[in-house]
Structure formats: structure tokens, C-alpha cells
């Protein structure tokens, strides 16, 4: 039920987001090193991602409410403030990400916020909600790795923040092609619900629903050919959640393979650009291993179209990911 309202509401919410997107003249400014075919999409109304930010806030808010006041020992206090802390940290990023989408659509560019100024803001962002979990009595500081684990003690808090860094870009850098973040994050969460009901985790159980149904609904409007893209507020919101979930059942090595398209996809711009500026240096002139980055448009110049890569990443995320489930499991 928890899916099925988070999917009707953001497909009711997105028909007045969109509407309202298309008012404000809210269209997105396709980069100039993308590919050459995505120049059609130029002008699609972006920010697209308020319709499922509001659309899952609605189902948590009755969710929630109705759990707290039936079922308080399934989930008490103690478990709504963790849920409002998964809020707490995708909100944040899902604003940083509308102030960054909102200075391209006023100044009709495709560069919003500089790239210090996300990073400052994401790492206060993150510092705070593990500084609130610390509070809230979350203090292991092992890293799960499975069958293994081990403790880190005070460095596990600045290597957190680097993970949530690196997860939240990663997603941003994955919604380069319509329906594939929306797609491989409905997988995620999917996956994320089986991982928390087996940790007996209620509280996120419900968050991962609402969100795996704020996608869905989303589809319908983010699909090939897209009507609308999620753009950084949508996108830096998948990113943050997927983050605090992941992060918050201490299975890292899991959270690694429910997350590993996205960080396959951030890799490879890493190792695009590290390697095309050591043999600039070295020969003269760049050279690429890749035909494109992030490495879904690698895909597209080798002739995939759009559904075959939502299709393909999404199927070897869900993979993936029952592989990190059956480590849960096990």
C-alpha cells in the first residue's frame, strides 16, 4: 500500500509539476560535450523531481502517522526520528539540488551552482546527520563486509561523509538518459525494502516503499521520450536517500552492490578524465578509454538506444543486488 500511494500520488502531483514547470519556462539546458542527439531534448521542463519529493512526503506523512498511532511498538519515537533523519538528509540535497537546477533555469545555462559550492553545502549536509544519528544512539563505527567486519573507530565518521559525497554525485552523474535513474533507483530500493525487513528496520522498510513508488509513478513522466527530467533536485534526492538507507543498515559491502551501477557510472568519469589528462601530459594530446562519459553515453555511441540501457542497467543492478541481499540473507 506504502508503494502503491507513493506511485499514484507522484503521477497526480507530476501532472500539476509539470504544468507549472512549463509555465515557468523551466527547460533544461543540455551540455555542450554531451551527445549531439540529446540536443532535441533542449528546452524539456526540468525539476521534474518536486513532483515525486512531494509525492513521498504525502505517503510518509500518512504512513507514518498511521504506524505511530496503530502499531507504536513496531514504530516508536525512537524510529520515526531515524525515518525524519533519512528525510532530513535527502531534503537537503534534493534543495541543494533545486538551487542548483533553479540558477540554470533563471540564467538559461547549463552551469548552476560551482562545483565548491555543492561540495561545501553536501558535506554540512552530510556532517549533520551523522552528527543526529551519533545522537540518536548510532555509534558503531565497523565497516560490514559481509562475512567480516571490522572497527575503525573516529575515522569511520569522515570516510561516511566522503561515501554519502560520492553516492549522492554518482546518482546525479546516472540521470543522464531518460528513465535510468528513476529505473535502477526503483530496483535499489526494491531491494534496499527486502534488506531492511530481513534487519527488522520498520522504519526505513516504509521510507524505501514510498520511495520505490515515487519512482514508479515518475516513469510515467520521465520515460523515453521523456516529458519531463528529474534534473539535480530529483536526482541529488535519489542520491542522498540511497545514501542514509544504505549507510544506516551497516551492511556496506551490500549497500556497494545495490549501489554499484551508480558507482560504476561516477568511475568511469574518474577514470576517463584521470587518464586523459596523464597522456595529454604525457604524449601531447588526451586520449579516452571510452567514447563518453559517464559511461551510459559510452553505451548510446555504441548504438544502444535508451530503453536497451535502462533495460540493461537496470537488470545487472538488480544482480547486483541480490547478491548484496543474499550476504544479508546468509
Same mark, same amino acid.
Given at each position: 500500500m ?19 514547470l ?20 533542449a ?39 531515524a ?24 540564467k ?6 560551482t562545483?565548491?559550492?555543492k ?10 546527520w ?66 531492511? &525487513? ?11 516503499? !514510498?520511495? %520505490? +513508488?515515487? =519512482?514508479?509513478?515518475? #516513469? $510515467? ?36 552492490l ?46 544502444? &538506444? ?11 543492478? !538488480?544482480? %547486483? +543486488?541480490? =547478491?548484496?541481499?543474499? #550476504? $544479508?540473507?546468509?
Amino acid at each position: 500500500m506504502t508503494l502503491l500511494a507513493g506511485c499514484v500520488l507522484t503521477m497526480i502531483l507530476g501532472k500539476f509539476v509539470l504544468a507549472e514547470l512549463r509555465k515557468l519556462k523551466a527547460g533544461q539546458e543540455i551540455r555542450q560535450d554531451g551527445p549531439t542527439w540529446h540536443n532535441s531534448k533542449a528546452g524539456t521542463p526540468t525539476m521534474g523531481g518536486l513532483g515525486f519529493i512531494f509525492g513521498i512526503l504525502l505517503t510518509i506523512g500518512v504512513v507514518y502517522g498511521v504506524f505511530h498511532s496503530s502499531a507504536p511498538e513496531v514504530l516508536g519515537p525512537q524510529q520515526m526520528a531515524a525515518g525524519m533523519l533519512v528525510l532530513f538528509l535527502a531534503f537537503g540535497n534534493g534543495l541543494i539540488g533545486f538551487l542548483d537546477d533553479f540558477i540554470k533555469v533563471i540564467k538559461h545555462r547549463n552551469l548552476g551552482l560551482t562545483a565548491w559550492q555543492k561540495i561545501v553545502l553536501q558535506v554540512v549536509a552530510a556532517v549533520l546527520w551523522l552528527a543526529a544519528m551519533y545522537w540518536l544512539g548510532d555509534r558503531d563505527t565497523t565497516i560490514g563486509l559481509g562475512f567480516t567486519s571490522f572497527d575503525i573507530k573516529w575515522f569511520y565518521y569522515p570516510l561516511m561523509v566522503l561515501v554519502i559525497l560520492y553516492l549522492t554525485n554518482a546518482v546525479n552523474l546516472t540521470d543522464g538518459v531518460d528513465g535510468l535513474c528513476g529505473t535502477v533507483t526503483l530496483v535499489a530500493m526494491l531491494i534496499f525494502t527486502l534488506v531492511c &525487513s530481513k534487519l527488522q528496520m520498520e522504519d526505513y522498510t516504509l521510507y524505501t516503499m !514510498a520511495l %520505490a +513508488g515515487g =519512482c514508479l509513478g515518475f #516513469l $510515467v513522466w520521465n520515460l523515453h521520450p521523456a516529458k519531463c527530467f528529474m534534473g539535480d533536485t530529483g536526482s541529488m534526492y535519489l542520491g542522498a536517500s540511497v545514501a542514509a538507507i544504505g549507510l544506516a543498515t551497516h551492511q556496506h559491502l551490500t549497500m556497494i552492490l545495490v549501489a554499484l551501477v551508480y558507482i560504476l557510472e561516477a568511475l568511469s568519469v574518474m577514470i576517463q578524465v584521470t587518464y586523459f589528462k596523464y597522456t595529454k601530459k604525457k604524449y601531447g594530446e588526451g586520449r579516452r578509454i571510452f567514447k563518453m562519459t559517464p559511461i551510459h553515453h559510452h553505451f548510446e555511441m555504441s548504438g544502444f &538506444s535508451e530503453y536497451k540501457i535502462v533495460i540493461t542497467f537496470s537488470l545487472f543492478g !538488480a544482480i %547486483a +543486488g541480490l =547478491c548484496g541481499l543474499l #550476504l $544479508v540473507i546468509l
